[in-house]
């Protein structure tokens, strides 16, 4: 008979700092032993990765609203995963059977939130925070499995916590919903397609279809055909 011990940790609070690293793993694991000598008296187990989320911040000042809202506009269902409802300032698309969660929100509002459910004195300055969005893909056990069952990927932190990983399963999987490219004020759009070498008849094609977007999103434009 085995007895299984769940840790649940979060990388700030163990390393005691803002933004992770890949260079901070070895730390990470350091603190982690060390924790299990003073409760169990032993650092020698077996761990196994149950969980593990990737995350960008990204400062964009202001545009906070503007970015959320465009977010907003991109398709409901990707890769499995659809959006069941749409939040004032954030965004949460998953998968049916929970395998990977993609959460972009506004940081700030998030934390604010968390402070005053809480109800506790504040361990961050949720300051820091204010115009930044952060991109976050949760990567649930059962994902972790799936990954072990099909790609022979070992549920251990090392397989996990490197670069190769990360893009993976974090920028390679949000390069298909976010796409490359800038985005453009409709007006500055049709700008482009005006002074293009499109005919005139795909010119009032494509003028319709970004309006239609920008009232509606894509994913009603779609459903709409």
């Known amino acids: 008979m085995s007895n299984v011990l769940f840790i649940k940790t979060n990388t700030h609070y163990i390393l005691n700092k803002k933004h992770i690293l890949l260079s901070d793993k070895e730390i990470y694991k350091e603190k982690i032993n060390k924790i299990l000598v003073e409760i169990i008296g032993d650092s020698s187990l077996q761990l196994e990765l149950n969980r593990i989320d990737f995350y ?3 400062y964009v000042g202001n545009l906070v609203k503007i970015y959320i809202d465009l977010l907003k506009k991109h398709k409901d269902s990707y890769k499995y995963m659809k959006r069941k409802k749409i939040y004032k ?5 998953k998968t049916k059977v929970g395998q990977t969660k993609m ?3 506004d940081k ?3 934390v604010q939130d968390k402070l005053i459910k809480q109800a506790i004195k504040p361990k961050i300055d949720s300051k820091e925070y204010l115009g930044t969005i952060r ?3 949760q990567n649930t056990k059962e994902k972790i499995k799936n990954l072990y069952v099909k790609d022979g990927v070992e549920k251990i932190l090392d397989n996990y916590w490197n670069k ?7 920028f390679d999987f949000l390069e298909g919903y976010l796409y490359h490219g800038d985005y453009y004020k409709l007006k500055e759009a049709k700008k482009i397609i005006k002074s293009s070498d499109y005919s005139q008849n795909w010119k009032i094609k494509l003028s319709d279809f ?15 055909k």
């Open 56 to 58: 960008v911040d990204i």
């Open 89 to 93: 300032t954030s965004s949460y698309i």
């Open 103 to 105: 959460n972009m929100y």
């Open 108 to 110: 700030y509002t998030c």
């Open 135 to 137: 991109l976050e893909i």
């Open 164 to 170: 190769d990983m990360m893009n993976l399963l974090f």
């Open 210 to 224: 970004l309006f239609k977007i920008s009232i509606y999103g894509i994913n009603e434009i779609f459903e709409r």
